[in-house]
């Protein structure tokens, strides 16, 4: 079965200073992986994805992730972090194992981003 | 450029009653999908649908039906709400094939129900 487990609930930091979102899967099959954000009271927006083409993957507003098959893991970082970040985000596995088209979503990690 | 539209953004409900949370698309997707997102249980998946006549449970189905009769709406029916059910709704649609594809989702119903 696959699994996302996002490793902090909770990541504070100050503005300009990176951001590191930190996220291993579990998966029998080549995964997909997304990383999205949720601003409050917003819909969900899909920052990047990973589809096998480039271990790194660059995505919107300055984020990006580098997958790494031999720790599991497809951690989010940004190098200098911005008021706006602030947002939870989500570490998505598509389920390739079933036909439900099932995302299979990590806990939430959200961002704080102090001035 | 509408995407995933919801209605309605809040609802209040009393336990028993009976409602439906609507979602359309404009871009034609075959994939829609609902979603119930619960504070550090990220989302899960409630029911899903891969074109028009076509629906099929998720993770968590109970309580709630769905129909699919056209390719830009995917309604959820509550048949009886319960507490239970108080939580963000998202809607989410997307092209076939599933893998490597990315999902659009609406900006989401909160529902409460005492």
């Known amino acids: 079965a696959q699994s996302v487990t996002q490793l902090d609930s909770h990541v504070s930091v100050s503005e300009g200073t990176p951001v590191l979102l930190r996220c291993n899967y579990s998966?029998?099959?080549?995964?997909?992986l997304f990383w999205y954000v949720q601003h409050p009271n917003k819909g969900l927006q899909l920052l990047l994805k990973?589809?096998?083409?480039?271990?790194l993957v660059k995505g919107i507003n300055g984020f990006e992730a580098e997958f790494k098959k031999s720790e599991t893991s497809f951690h989010l970082t940004k190098p200098s972090a911005h008021m706006s970040d602030a947002a939870e985000y989500f570490c998505?596995?598509?389920?390739?194992?079933?036909?439900?088209?099932?995302?299979?979503f990590g806990q939430g990690t959200t961002l704080q981003v102090k001035p | 450029n509408a995407g995933v539209t919801q209605t309605p953004k809040f609802q209040v409900l009393k336990t028993g009653q009976s409602m439906t949370l609507q979602c359309a698309q404009d871009?034609?997707?075959?994939?829609m999908s609902w979603y119930r997102q619960d504070p550090g249980m990220g989302l899960r998946l409630i029911h899903y649908?891969?074109?028009?006549?076509?629906?099929d449970q998720g993770e968590v189905p109970n309580g709630y039906n769905v129909s699919r009769s056209t390719t830009e709406d995917f309604p959820l029916r509550l048949l009886s709400a319960a507490p239970s059910q108080t939580s963000v709704y998202f809607c989410?649609?997307?092209?076939?094939?599933?893998?490597?594809?990315?999902?659009?989702f609406g900006q989401g119903t909160r529902l409460t129900v005492v």
């Open positions: 989410a649609s997307s092209y076939l094939p599933l893998l490597n594809t990315e999902a659009f």
């Open positions: 998966s029998s099959y080549s995964p997909s």
């Open positions: 990973y589809t096998s083409a480039a271990t």
């Open positions: 998505v596995v598509s389920d390739g194992s079933s036909n439900t088209g099932k995302l299979i």
């Open positions: 871009m034609n997707h075959e994939y």
């Open positions: 649908s891969v074109g028009a006549g076509i629906t």
